[in-house]
């Protein structure tokens, strides 16, 4: 078994939900937490050398893999190159790193960042994680607290313990405090492109005769860009289940905290019950872009934004799948294909849409349950094979789709 075959069970929701810098959980955070390893492994190094293979390289520039490896590598001297080499790799996201004393090479590694900021060693246990929890299919799971009369978000307190409501709700605090700096924020976001932010420009556009369901859109867009553009920037956010989507789930739960003043609490458990839904995905499908394409990203953070809500409106575990497998489903085939590299168009945008369409299959969920077809584990299972079956130039290689289109100078 490689490194990267699926094993059994599911990994903490502490791997899921990772307070970071932006703007890329697999080209800034995964690649940063390579570096620091390998440099603790060689402090006898005088020189670092880094190469990027496929997506790493590919949209490495765009979205600052090479300024973070420089940043991390501190006052030791690093090179940075961007392969072209189309060698067959074990995941998109590969890169080489080796240490230099004087002309000898005194170690190297091949590093695979696979979504959500996690890495993995080749042939080495150096990124091993536990994986708590023995159930790894939705169906498995709901059987469980059907028989226990427990809610999804118990079951998780159960099989991580009580401190997993405390780091929750640090989480919960990042992502607020990631809104509340995204809506003073101004200016163009870095990288070339112009684009400007719009959150606060969002946040207070209010029209005398705007409808009520008008302002819920423009609200919920406005906290999604809020973090979004927090993450574009370089800022510090939470990944949902990435940096690229990590907007959908807070703007969503903020929106209807202030609305409805739900307490953080209870917040917590609708986080807590979304985890458990992009965990099944990450374990069973990707929430990697250059994996799966955005589907594995926004399709996910929509999915767990939908069943987080769900969890907020005590609906039942039947409507709980449902609107997360709305979620997914809607989002099948959606492609990667940022501009220049920058996770700013479509991304931004896109984190909105979603935001906005996991409140529509929550409804839709709650008035339809009894009739649907499709399990959740089917449409996970399906959104990996279409994953699988996306032209590679649809998968955080900038080489297709919208990415064609070059708006800046670089
Ligand atoms: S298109 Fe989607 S998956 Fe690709 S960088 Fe943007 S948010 Fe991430």
């Not at 959500?116 to 169906?139: C, M, Q």
Request: contains cysteine.
């Amino acid at each position: 078994m490689t490194e990267l075959e699926k094993k059994p069970g599911m990994e903490s929701l502490t791997e899921l939900y990772k307070t970071g810098r932006g703007p890329s959980s697999s080209h800034t955070m995964g690649p940063e937490k390579a570096c620091r390893l390998f440099a603790g492994k060689n402090p006898g190094a005088d020189r670092f050398h880094a190469i990027l293979y496929g997506s790493l390289s590919k949209t490495g520039k765009g979205h600052g893999t090479d300024r973070v490896i420089e940043k991390t590598f501190g006052n030791v001297p690093v090179t940075v190159e961007f392969s072209d080499s189309d060698m067959p790799l074990a995941h998109p996201n590969t890169m080489d790193l080796i240490a230099y004393r004087g002309d000898e090479e005194i170690d190297r590694a091949r590093v695979m960042s696979v979504g959500g900021g996690k890495i993995v060693f080749e042939g080495s246990t150096l990124a091993e994680v536990p994986r708590p929890y023995g159930l790894s299919s939705f169906e498995d799971i709901c059987t469980y607290c059907r028989n226990e009369d427990i809610r999804l978000w118990e079951y998780a307190c159960r099989v991580e313990g009580s401190a997993l409501e405390g780091y929750m709700d640090g989480i919960w605090q990042s992502m607020k405090e990631s809104i509340r700096r995204g809506l003073t924020d101004t200016g163009v976001l870095p990288g070339g492109l112009g684009v400007q932010k719009k959150a606060k420009h969002l946040y207070n556009q209010q029209h005398i005769d705007e409808s009520a369901e008008t302002r819920e859109n423009r609200m919920v867009c406005a906290f999604a860009f809020a973090v979004s553009e927090q993450n574009a920037s370089g800022e510090t956010i939470v990944t949902a289940p990435t940096c690229g989507a990590s907007g959908v789930l807070p703007a969503v739960l903020y929106y209807q905290q202030r609305k409805r003043g739900y307490s953080d609490r209870e917040i917590v458990h609708a986080l807590i019950s979304g985890g458990i839904i992009g965990n099944l995905i990450k374990t069973n499908a990707s929430i990697s872009g250059a994996e799966c394409g955005c589907q594995a990203e926004v399709g996910t953070a929509c999915a767990m934004a939908s069943a987080a809500l769900a969890e907020l409106f005590g609906l039942d575990l039947d409507k709980i799948e449902y609107a997360a497998e709305i979620a997914i489903e809607h989002h099948l085939g959606l492609t990667c294909d940022p501009i220049d590299g920058l996770v700013q168009i479509p991304c931004i945008e896109r984190n909105a849409v979603a935001a906005m369409r996991a409140i529509n299959a929550v409804s839709l969920s709650s008035f339809l349950s009894d009739t649907r077809k499709i399990s959740l584990d089917k449409v996970i299972k399906t959104m990996k094979e279409t994953g699988e079956d996306l032209a590679r130039a649809y998968r955080e290689t900038s080489e297709g789709g919208l990415a064609k289109i070059h708006l800046c100078g670089r």
